[in-house]
């Protein structure tokens, strides 16, 4: 290994924030290829062919309700992971091919975030063996939860969106000076070998296993990057930032594997990290802007009895069928809120950033991983396609699975105690008026009482405050300083070797 050597100003422990930047390096190493291995597993566990029809898939499942369970749990952790494995491969390699990663990764964090928001077929079957339904049951309600488009609406984005998004990011990480090549081109070839490739649930499964060792070169990229090339380093916390006041731009510095090529940075005029800083700025608040209005227009109470709530929800089919629209056009945005206020925030309090980011971070993303399958029944029983009783029965048992619950707990906790230390974690960074960094802080706060007593105005403030949070965060990040983001793009360039110089004239 050769380190290019790192020239910087020096600056004293005592004027910096705690440095978590290995912390992240080896938490986006690990996350990289575990959800493509995890679906990997999935595949070839699953106790029925993927491609067979719906009474062949009940039968698997009757005669391996173990394995199919199993399965269920390794989707889960597939749905909960994915969009943050991507956002590592893209971030392995955005300053060595910064416009492919910020396009894959863009396309990837679509496509991998409608992974959860699908009508769950194999949990319909599963439900319906565990109650002992009859086949023609199963395949009645199936049939009627099909008859609305917004619960298939994701596959085909999935589909086809990892397909380029993985080629796109296997092209970017064969590009790294830090990743093996051979492993960027295996990321780019599993994209649309998961299409292509032959052998029922062996091949599939196969196919996602090139994903994850592809994604494996991702996480030695970013072992091997040094902390002052993987981010911008802490700052003072006490001395509030401006574009007035900038520090000196580092070096880059990389741990590269041969000496023919060095970076230098790139100045270019069309900077993606522009693109990243637009992007998040304008999609942070919109996925709580949607949510307060839901919540306001919500047609139940949260406290009712659950039989309650479904006979409300039955009385207001056009609420139901919206909320199934929602799943799929929030889910790649319930995250940018969060990664706005982390951006801000991450260099002046770096520690209550991380532990807000990963519990708001996971906690939204369960919000839109759990599918719409007990949406869709409900919606068919108020259509009368599916018999109440029946309706009721199988909706239910979709909200109590124990994945279901894992999901609920994960998104309560998750989203309520994070958007909490995420909004202390503004103020103390300052960056943004200590008004809206309140505003966050004590935004969730206010949706858990309006929740618990079934204020649905109160709602609608607490909603609408993590949204004037999460909004100021994106606007403070269009008003930043691409320097200030985030580390330069480099270019790479080919230097001639020892003997090509000494045979010169």
């Not at 199988?394 to 105690?417: D, E, R």
């Amino acid at each position: 290994m050769h380190e290019i050597p790192y020239t910087s100003t020096t600056v004293s422990p005592d004027a910096r924030a705690r440095d978590l930047r290995s912390f992240w390096r080896w938490v986006l190493a690990l996350v990289a290829p575990l959800p493509f291995l995890a679906l990997a597993v999935n595949m070839w566990v699953l106790p029925f062919d993927l491609r067979a029809d719906l009474p062949a898939l009940i039968s698997g499942i009757a005669q391996h309700p173990e394995r199919t369970e199993a399965g269920l749990w390794l989707s889960l952790v597939f749905v909960l992971f994915a969009v943050p494995a991507v956002i590592a491969v893209a971030w392995s390699s955005r300053r060595s091919a910064p416009w492919l990663s910020l396009t894959g990764g863009v396309i990837g964090i679509v496509a991998f975030a409608e992974a959860g928001t699908g009508a769950g077929t194999e949990l319909l079957a599963f439900i319906g063996v565990t109650h002992h339904l009859t086949a023609a049951q199963i395949v009645g309600v199936s049939e009627a939860i099909a008859e609305h488009p917004g619960g298939q609406i994701g596959v085909p984005i999935l589909v086809i969106g990892q397909a380029v998004s993985l080629v796109l990011l296997g092209i970017a990480l064969w590009r790294s000076p830090l990743a093996p090549t051979w492993m960027g081109a295996v990321l780019a070839i599993s994209g649309p070998a998961h299409l292509l490739i032959p052998g029922g649930n062996a091949g599939a499964g196969g196919s996602w296993l090139l994903t994850a060792v592809g994604c494996v070169g991702a996480s030695i990229a970013l072992l091997r990057t040094s902390n002052a090339s993987f981010d911008l380093a802490p700052e003072n916390a006490r001395v509030p930032p401006t574009d007035d006041d900038e520090p000196p731009l580092p070096t880059p510095s990389l741990r590269t594997r041969t000496t023919t090529r060095t970076p230098s940075v790139t100045t270019t005029h069309l900077d993606s990290r522009t693109g990243w800083r637009i992007l998040l700025a304008i999609t942070a608040p919109i996925a709580a802007v949607a949510i307060a209005i839901f919540r306001f227009l919500l047609p139940y109470n949260t406290p009712d009895d659950p039989d309650v709530i479904f006979d409300k929800l039955l009385a207001n089919p056009g609420f139901q069928s919206a909320a199934i629209w929602l799943g799929p056009f929030l889910a790649p945005m319930v995250v940018t809120g969060v990664l706005a206020v982390a951006w801000v925030s991450r260099r002046r309090a770096p520690l209550l950033t991380t532990i807000g980011t990963v519990l708001a971070f996971l906690g939204f993303t369960a919000l839109v991983a759990g599918g719409s399958l007990a949406d869709l029944i409900t919606y068919a029983t108020s259509d009368g396609a599916i018999d109440r009783k029946l309706g009721y029965q199988v909706a239910s048992a979709a909200q109590a699975t124990p994945q279901s619950v894992v999901l609920g707990s994960v998104f309560v906790f998750g989203h309520l105690i994070g958007t909490v230390i995420l909004g202390i974690a503004l103020w103390r960074s300052r960056a943004v008026n200590w008004t809206f960094a309140v505003a966050l802080t004590i935004s969730q706060p206010i949706h858990l009482v309006s929740a618990m007593t079934g204020n649905h105005p109160l709602d609608l403030v607490g909603w609408g405050l993590t949204a004037v949070g999460f909004g100021a965060a994106g606007w403070k990040l269009l008003h930043t300083t691409n320097d200030r983001f985030d580390l330069p793009p480099i270019a790479m360039r080919h230097v001639p070797s020892p003997k090509a110089i000494a045979a010169r004239p």
